[in-house]
């Protein structure tokens, strides 16, 4: 059984850090791991998933609160923790409460299911100690699986659809909106088939893989965009069409604009749901003219004339 890591450890911060000293460390080891850096590495691929699926638990108050509660269990789809905790209440009392059921009034019944045979056949299931049935109950094993979808998809959400070799229809699985390049996806009761008769199947395990995009790049939910534009552009000024995930939008360009120059236009980059959409940082690209045309050339050496006789100027190391 393999046993799991300690998140904090994977990262290599304090349990007491703050979420800004995770979040940059986190940065710094996800440019050093990332796949495009270390192509054909797995040992590297490896590490980035885990360093990944730590940021993603510890960089989030809520999940970081239930982990550092429960452990990865409360990361669990479905996982409920005042359930959980009425029933660790209930053990440290050695199982008796008030009126036969967990403490702060919630009932054995209520977590475990109302019918069936009785409480004693739901404790014999619950510890594989059926109670005169002859056989145990027993969960399927979980089965790990990969996807890769572009990056427009993990940005804005998707559906894929997915075929397990010999596990009967396709399934429908719904990517959520900001999904990370290994970031996890669990799907409840598509994986392996109980080993026993009454047994819960278990469940698929998604790693998620995102192809980069020729000019959008990511930094958490913030994104960047390389975007060209014309030497007039630059010089003038201008108002330029500007892609977004959510459709195109118009920036102006503000006169005598420098390549490298940067313009945030808020609340345009990754929207997960529960967080404050990110914002989108479009670094301006100036495009010199290929043209060998005589007016071009000329055109350019009065450009030539009126620039500083050398803009490197300063510039030390």
Same mark, same amino acid.
Do not use: C
């Given at each position: 059984?393999?046993?799991?890591?300690?998140?904090?450890?994977?990262?290599?911060?304090?349990?007491?850090?703050?979420?800004?000293?995770?979040?940059?460390?986190?940065?710094?080891?996800?440019?050093?791991?990332?796949?495009?850096?270390?192509?054909?590495?797995?040992?590297?691929?490896?590490?980035?998933?885990?360093?990944?699926?730590?940021?993603?638990?510890?960089?989030?108050?809520?999940?970081?609160?239930?982990?550092?509660?429960?452990?990865?269990?409360?990361?669990?789809?479905? %996982?409920?923790?005042?359930?959980?905790?009425?029933?660790?209440?209930? $053990? $440290?009392?050695?199982?008796?409460?008030?009126?036969?059921? %967990?403490?702060?009034?919630?009932?054995?019944?209520?977590? %475990?299911?109302?019918?069936?045979?009785?409480?004693?056949?739901?404790?014999?299931?619950?510890?594989?100690?059926?109670?005169?049935? !002859?056989?145990?109950?027993?969960?399927?094993?979980?089965?790990?699986?990969?996807?890769?979808?572009?990056?427009?998809?993990?940005?804005?959400?998707?559906?894929?659809?997915?075929?397990?070799?010999?596990? !009967?229809?396709?399934?429908?699985?719904?990517?959520?909106?900001?999904?990370?390049?290994?970031?996890?996806?669990?799907?409840?009761?598509?994986?392996?088939?109980?080993?026993?008769?009454?047994?819960?199947?278990?469940?698929?395990?998604?790693?998620?893989?995102?192809?980069?995009?020729?000019?959008?790049?990511?930094? !958490?939910?913030?994104?960047?965009?390389?975007?060209?534009?014309?030497?007039?552009?630059?010089?003038?000024?201008?108002?330029?069409?500007?892609?977004? %995930?959510?459709?195109?939008?118009?920036?102006?360009?503000?006169?005598?604009? $420098? !390549?490298?120059?940067?313009?945030?236009?808020?609340?345009?980059?990754?929207?997960?749901?529960?967080?404050?959409?990110?914002?989108?940082?479009?670094?301006?690209?100036?495009?010199?003219?290929?043209?060998?045309?005589?007016?071009?050339?000329?055109?350019?050496?009065?450009?030539?004339?009126? $620039?500083?006789?050398?803009?490197?100027?300063?510039?030390?190391?």
């Amino acid at each position: 059984m393999q046993v799991a890591k300690d998140l904090y450890a994977v990262l290599g911060v304090d349990k007491g850090a703050d979420t800004e000293t995770i979040k940059k460390t986190f940065r710094k080891l996800a440019a050093k791991l990332h796949p495009d850096r270390n192509p054909g590495d797995k040992a590297s691929e490896a590490r980035f998933k885990e360093v990944n699926h730590a940021h993603e638990v510890l960089a989030d108050p809520k999940k970081r609160a239930l982990y550092d509660e429960f452990g990865e269990e409360g990361l669990r789809e479905g %996982f409920d923790p005042e359930q959980q905790r009425a029933y660790r209440a209930w $053990q $440290q009392q050695g199982g008796r409460a008030p009126g036969g059921g %967990f403490p702060g009034g919630v009932r054995i019944e209520d977590i %475990f299911g109302g019918g069936g045979g009785g409480i004693g056949d739901v404790f014999g299931d619950l510890f594989n100690r059926g109670r005169g049935r !002859g056989h145990r109950r027993a969960r399927g094993s979980d089965v790990e699986g990969e996807i890769t979808i572009d990056f427009a998809s993990a940005v804005r959400g998707t559906t894929v659809q997915l075929a397990r070799h010999g596990a !009967g229809e396709p399934i429908q699985v719904r990517i959520p909106a900001g999904a990370d390049d290994g970031a996890r996806v669990r799907i409840a009761g598509h994986g392996e088939p109980a080993p026993v008769a009454n047994g819960a199947p278990g469940d698929l395990l998604l790693t998620v893989h995102v192809r980069p995009h020729p000019r959008f790049r990511r930094d !958490g939910d913030h994104l960047h965009l390389e975007l060209p534009i014309t030497i007039a552009e630059a010089y003038f000024g201008a108002k330029v069409r500007v892609p977004t %995930f959510e459709g195109p939008v118009t920036m102006k360009v503000p006169a005598h604009a $420098q !390549g490298g120059q940067t313009m945030r236009l808020r609340g345009k980059g990754v929207a997960r749901k529960g967080h404050e959409p990110g914002d989108l940082y479009v670094h301006f690209q100036i495009v010199v003219p290929t043209s060998d045309e005589p007016a071009v050339q000329r055109a350019i050496e009065e450009i030539a004339k009126a $620039q500083p006789a050398d803009p490197r100027e300063g510039i030390e190391v």
